[in-house]
């Protein structure tokens, strides 16, 4: 089953099983405060504010987290996004990369948080980590 939506174009969404299950969908996503004090960070202590298929974060030392996933990925080649940012003005562009160190894996995913301007890693107030496959 599939949802149209009005207008000449005829955008056709998948039905929400398809959404779940299929390449189209994103398999995780987590947004957590990276300044925490509590490690694993999760959503019943506050370090993470919302996620789906994510059961906690690992803080492994300044700026570098692994987000552990709720159920494993199919296999690791997905594709793994990560924004991060301070909530003070003053603070540097800040990015977000997977972690170069460590290899992809079904259950989980390590990045870490850098600020552009210096490269180097902080502890980021919001990191956003999405997981596509």
């Given at each position: 089953?599939?949802?149209?939506?009005?207008?000449?174009?005829?955008?056709?969404?998948?039905?929400?099983?398809?959404?779940?299950?299929?390449?189209?969908?994103?398999?995780?996503?987590?947004?957590?405060?990276?300044?925490?004090?509590?490690?694993?960070?999760?959503?019943?202590?506050?370090?993470?504010?919302?996620?789906?298929?994510?059961?906690?974060?690992t803080?492994?030392?300044?700026?570098?987290?692994?987000?552990n996933?709720?159920t494993?990925?199919?296999?690791a080649n997905?594709?793994v996004?990560?924004?991060?940012?301070r909530?003070?003005?003053?603070?540097?562009?800040?990015?977000?990369?997977?972690?170069t160190?460590?290899?992809?894996?079904?259950?989980?995913?390590?990045?870490?948080?850098?600020?552009?301007?210096?490269?180097?890693?902080?502890?980021?107030?919001?990191?956003?980590?999405a997981?596509?496959?």
């Amino acid at each position: 089953m599939s949802t149209t939506i009005s207008g000449t174009s005829g955008v056709t969404f998948p039905d929400s099983t398809s959404m779940q299950t299929g390449q189209q969908a994103c398999k995780a996503w987590v947004n957590f405060d990276g300044t925490f004090a509590t490690s694993p960070f999760t959503i019943a202590n506050g370090g993470i504010r919302a996620a789906y298929n994510v059961s906690s974060v690992t803080d492994n030392g300044t700026g570098d987290y692994t987000v552990n996933f709720t159920t494993a990925m199919s296999d690791a080649n997905y594709s793994v996004q990560v924004i991060a940012a301070r909530s003070d003005a003053s603070s540097n562009i800040m990015g977000g990369i997977h972690n170069t160190g460590t290899p992809y894996n079904t259950s989980s995913i390590r990045v870490t948080a850098v600020r552009a301007t210096v490269a180097d890693l902080f502890d980021a107030s919001y990191l956003n980590v999405a997981v596509f496959r």
